[in-house]
């Protein structure tokens, strides 16, 4: 952004909750025209969020109304450049930040069908409105999981002060991605889901070093019923509220390992043990390689 450019305007929306208190905050820009890298960086921190989104106009290739995000789609094809930031660093692919970005979208210009091109690929999302309230659902790009090394899980679990007897044996710890790789473990007990105190500094420096975006801390309720926490020390934040982005590779990695059936429909509760209590659902397709995870959305007045 030059030195005389006109601030934008920022934008304040939570994700996966219909209450400004649930969910995740996100900052979004819908026209970050003229904002180069560094600008970016710079609303990401002083709005303090673990991400924040910002739009500009779609790759030649894609089309689309979007403009830069000036909000003149017709409310339909509407296609967009995303990009991501927390406080420290961009991010590949940020699902409640695209949640929360769809929803401001289409309190503008109606519910519809948007496209957003992010670094991570291309993230379709289907934005409708039930009984007053906008849902957005986004689509993955294409998922994949793998193993951990040894070391390196004794090395979570050490920064996480879990001892390896508290984890679930029924999930096997994996990294799992669906536009950012995340961590997945699951905790035997609710208890110690919610007993969270962990060293930022030596968590932080192995998920630099694995390339991981957030830790999916996992209890498993029911056969579809999830609880979720994600720390997140590589983006300057302890904890993220509600993790899209986390949800979706949660759901390839659940079918992967056949832990759900190839259709289903999952519930991950996200939120309570830090005050906002966020719900986001995780839908699989069988014959679909895709993740689709949609919620609620609104904005922090």
Known sequence: MTTNAPRP???RYTAFSSSPEGGNPAGVVLDATGLDDAAMLAIAAELGYSESAFLTAPPA????????GNGDGDGDGRAYTIRY????AEVPF???ATIATAVALA?????GELVFATPAGIVPVAVTEEGGAVLATLTSVEPHTEEIAGTDLAEALAALDWPAADLDPAFPPRIAFAGARHLVLAAATRARLAD??????RLEALMHRLDLTTVQLVWRESATVFHV???FPVGGVVEDPATGAAAAAFGAYARELGLVPEDAVLTLHQG???GRPGELTVTLRAGDPRVHVGGTGTRIV
């Not at 290739?61 to 830069?68: Q, V």
């Not at 930031?85 to 420290?88: A, C, D, L, R, T």
Request: hydrophobic share 25%; with cysteine.
């Open 85 to 88: 930031f927390s406080p420290k």
């Open 107 to 111: 309190e503008r210009t109606g519910p």
């Open 61 to 68: 290739d894609l089309g689309g109304e979007g403009g830069g």
């Open 229 to 231: 926490r994600d720390p």
């Open 272 to 274: 309570e043990d830090l």
């Open 9 to 11: 305007e920022i934008l």
């Open 94 to 96: 940020c699902g409640h």
């Open 196 to 201: 969270l105190a962990y060293d930022f500094a």
